[in-house]
């Protein structure tokens, strides 16, 4: 199984133990470099480098296991930069007597000064706690991130589980109302609702799918619907552009195919009808869909009016967001849905 580089960069936000020995790397190999005493690097620059780090283990974790926990993300922001400017003052003067006083009793065979002095050690140390602070605040973003990534994914299969028995159930009722009348093309409309279902489940599992696949399935829902009208040529779907090499989100169109009959054909409204247009160009697809209104009872379980829509808006929000635009008007014998998708 081979992994991408998303994957890889997931994997090391993860896995803490991983970043701290890279970075510890890092500092050992950019340090060395800097306060090595010739052009090339020896055994005393390599001893004087890993002592040099000592007081900054001590000041790092300090920040990183104290201060920033129980002050900078409490918001107490003067007491962090209070005691943040202490630890480095420590952390300094723990470096002076270090090298000063104890490094000769630990490397006899070498002989070590402080070079530097309080303050330019300070400005060390600070820099330190800038940058160990500021890369604290970038996993915490990459993992508030993943987080959001994940509650987004879990609520976008949540709607769609909600959506996809709704659409079922009515086409299931749909070739119901043709088998009571012995019709000889029950089995090829199972057939062609055995194509929709694997749409819905195996293809509409992903966030983004062919635009031609999801007017296929409108247009077979609308077939199957036509089952149950026999107002079939009040029912106008028109397609403007090129649907190829386009994708869309997974039934978006279909929540409101399936209320404009709900609502439009089966309302018992004179001149009943359903006009639907797509309109695909290189910049957005435009979605309308305009249908009559009636005062008939609904012919579906009331329990479930109202999840379609609702959700579209919602998936629109998570897959599109500042991407779309979405309108409803209605007055008292018409309902019309706006959609204007922007592409990438």
């Given at each position: 199984?081979?992994?991408?580089?998303?994957?890889?960069?997931?994997?090391?936000?993860r896995?803490?133990?991983?970043?701290?020995?890279?970075?510890w790397?890092?500092?050992?190999l950019?340090?060395?470099?800097?306060?090595?005493?010739?052009?090339?690097?020896?055994?005393?620059?390599?001893?004087?480098?890993?002592?040099?780090?000592?007081?900054?283990f001590?000041?790092?974790y300090?920040n990183?296991k104290?201060?920033?926990?129980?002050f900078?993300?409490?918001?107490?922001?003067?007491?962090?930069?209070?005691?943040?400017?202490?630890?480095?003052?420590?952390?300094?003067?723990?470096?002076?007597?270090?090298?000063?006083?104890?490094?000769?009793?630990?490397?006899?065979?070498?002989?070590?000064?402080a070079?530097?002095?309080?303050w330019?050690?300070?400005?060390?140390?600070?820099?330190?706690?800038?940058?160990?602070?500021?890369?604290?605040?970038?996993?915490?973003?990459?993992?508030?991130?993943?987080?959001?990534?994940?509650?987004?994914?879990?609520?976008?299969?949540?709607?769609?589980?909600?959506?996809?028995?709704h659409?079922?159930?009515?086409?299931?009722?749909?070739?119901?109302?043709?088998s009571?009348k012995?019709?000889?093309?029950?089995?090829?409309?199972?057939?062609?609702l055995?194509?929709?279902?694997r749409h819905?489940?195996?293809?509409?599992?992903?966030?983004?799918?062919?635009?031609?696949?999801?007017?296929?399935?409108?247009?077979?829902?609308?077939?199957?619907?036509?089952?149950?009208?026999?107002?079939?040529?009040?029912?106008?779907?028109?397609?403007?552009?090129?649907?190829?090499?386009?994708?869309?989100?997974?039934?978006?169109?279909?929540?409101f195919v399936?209320n404009?009959?709900?609502?439009?054909?089966?309302?018992?409204?004179?001149?009943?009808?359903?006009?639907?247009?797509?309109r695909?160009r290189?910049t957005?697809?435009?979605?309308?869909?305009?249908?009559?209104?009636g005062?008939?009872?609904?012919l579906t379980?009331?329990?479930?009016?109202?999840?379609?829509i609702?959700?579209?808006?919602?998936r629109?929000?998570?897959?599109?967001?500042?991407?779309?635009k979405?309108?409803i008007?209605?007055?008292?014998?018409?309902?019309?849905?706006?959609?204007?998708?922007?592409?990438?």
């Open positions: 199984m081979t992994l991408n580089f998303k994957d890889i960069f997931n994997q090391f936000i896995n803490r133990i991983l970043q701290h020995i890279l970075f790397a890092l500092s050992f950019i340090l060395v470099n800097i306060l090595k005493v010739s052009a090339e690097i020896k055994k005393i620059d390599l001893i004087y480098t890993a002592v040099f780090h000592l007081p900054v001590l000041i790092v300090l990183l104290v201060l920033f926990p129980y900078l993300e409490k918001g107490r922001y003067f007491l962090f930069v209070v005691l943040a400017l202490t630890v480095i003052a420590v952390g300094a003067g723990f470096y002076l007597i270090l090298f000063n006083q104890w490094i000769d009793y630990i490397f006899t065979g070498y002989y070590f000064i070079f530097y002095s309080f330019d050690i300070s400005l060390y140390y600070l820099i330190y706690i800038f940058l160990t602070s500021l890369l604290r605040l970038a996993r915490g973003w990459f993992k508030l991130q993943e987080i959001e990534n994940e509650r987004a994914e879990t609520e976008l299969k949540a709607l769609r589980s909600q959506i996809n028995p659409f079922l159930f009515n086409s299931l009722n749909s070739i119901y109302s043709l009571r012995n019709s000889p093309a029950v089995p090829e409309k199972i057939v062609q055995s194509d929709l279902m819905i489940i195996y293809e509409s599992d992903a966030n983004f799918i062919p635009l031609e696949k999801e007017i296929e399935m409108v247009r077979n829902y609308i077939e199957l619907q036509n089952l149950r009208t026999v107002k079939t040529e009040k029912i106008n779907l028109e397609i403007k552009g090129d649907i190829q090499n386009k994708k869309i989100a997974p039934l978006v169109f279909l929540p399936e404009s009959f709900k609502h439009g054909l089966k309302s018992g409204a004179e001149n009943a009808y359903v006009n639907i247009c797509v695909i290189e957005d697809i435009v979605f309308e869909i305009e249908n009559t209104k005062d008939s009872p609904v379980d009331s329990k479930y009016k109202g999840i379609g609702q959700n579209v808006k919602k629109l929000e998570l897959l599109y967001p500042n991407a779309h979405f309108e008007t209605e007055d008292e014998k018409r309902f019309k849905v706006f959609l204007q998708i922007y592409l990438n």
